[in-house]
């Protein structure tokens, strides 16, 4: 069964989001959906992708609780910037950050917590130096944002993939 689903979990995803999409449970939709559904699955596997090893799930969840609430804070930082009504970027800033994670998937799950948290881009990472390359809105302190991301994520990240 694995050939004709090779990533089942993908494949229930993508079907249920074409779905909600498409605001339908038409038999139509729900075979259009399945077909690419299972087609996405076999790409997928054409790719071949490495499979993440979580190490602690324990530790997953609780880094999920905490992007959360982190989420929550700086969407309310954010709204008030906004609202200040002061000069627009005033305080925005491109700072880099040496990063110490090296598995691809900690690094794929760090930018997207840093790209889902409003006033955050990530823009660039060096593999060769380390580096990551962060925009912030509100910079004020660089080194309590280094510590904030080194701390708060980077550590769970390696307690998890590492």
Do not use: C
């Not at 449970?25 to 996405?40: D, E, I, K, N, T």
């Amino acid at each position: 069964m694995s050939w004709l689903l090779p990533y089942p979990l993908l494949s229930a995803v993508l079907l249920v989001l074409w779905l909600l999409l498409n605001q339908s449970m038409s038999p139509g939709h729900l075979m259009l959906g399945s077909v690419l559904a299972v087609l996405a699955s076999w790409a997928m596997a054409a790719l071949r992708p490495e499979k993440p090893r979580i190490r602690r799930p324990g530790a997953a969840l609780r880094l999920l609780g905490m992007v959360v609430t982190d989420i929550l804070r700086s969407n309310l930082a954010v709204g008030q910037i906004i609202l200040r009504s002061r000069e627009p970027g005033m305080n925005a800033g491109f700072m880099t950050i040496p990063l110490d994670l090296r598995d691809r998937h900690g690094l794929a799950v760090l930018s997207i917590i840093i790209t889902s948290t409003p006033g955050t881009i990530w823009v660039n990472y060096d593999a060769a130096k380390g580096t990551l390359l962060l925009h912030v809105l509100d910079l004020v302190d660089e080194t309590v944002w280094i510590r904030t991301i080194k701390d708060r994520y980077e550590r769970r990240l390696m307690e998890i993939f590492e």
